[in-house]
Nanobody, 126 residues
Framework: QLQLVESGGGLVQAGGSLTLSCAASGFNLQYYAIGWFRQAPGMEREGVSCISGNDGSKYYLDSVKGRFSISRDSAKNTVSLQMNSLKPEDTAVYYC???????????????????WGQGTQVTVSS
C-alpha cells in the first residue's frame, strides 16, 4: 500500500530552522514528482515546493525562495524540506504529496496530486 508520512514539524522562534521529512512506503519515490504543501487555518492549501520525477527540477513558492530548499534522498526513500529564516506567516500544517505517474514534472497545484500524507504542524512564534 502506497503511503507517505511527514515528520519534523514543531514549534520554533522566528528566524529559526526546521527540516521536514516525507518518507515513502510501498513505492520507490525516486522517479515520482513530490510536492510540499501547507495549509493555515481558514486558508486554502498552497504549494510550497516540489521536485520533479523526470529531471529533478525544483520549484518554490515566491515567498519561500531563498529560505526553503527541497531535496530527495533515494537511499532513504525520502524527500526533505529544509526551512530556514522561518517567519510567523510560515505557520501551517505541512503536507507532502506524490503524483501517481512516474517521470512527470512537478507542479505547485494541489489538485494534481494523488497521494497525500497526514501532515505535520509547523508553528513559528514571533
Amino acid at each position: 500500500q502506497l503511503q507517505l508520512v511527514e515528520s519534523g514539524g514543531g514549534l520554533v522562534q522566528a528566524g529559526g530552522s526546521l527540516t521536514l521529512s516525507c518518507a515513502a512506503s510501498g513505492f520507490n519515490l525516486q522517479y515520482y514528482a513530490i510536492g510540499w504543501f501547507r495549509q493555515a487555518p481558514g486558508m486554502e492549501r498552497e504549494g510550497v515546493s516540489c521536485i520533479s520525477g523526470n529531471d529533478g527540477s525544483k520549484y518554490y513558492l515566491d515567498s519561500v525562495k531563498g529560505r526553503f530548499s527541497i531535496s530527495r534522498d533515494s537511499a532513504k526513500n525520502t524527500v526533505s524540506l529544509q526551512m530556514n529564516s522561518l517567519k510567523p506567516e510560515d505557520t501551517a500544517v505541512y503536507y507532502c504529496a506524490a503524483l501517481k505517474q512516474q517521470f512527470r514534472k512537478c507542479v505547485l497545484w494541489a489538485d494534481d496530486y494523488d497521494y497525500w500524507g497526514q501532515g505535520t504542524q509547523v508553528t513559528v512564534s514571533s
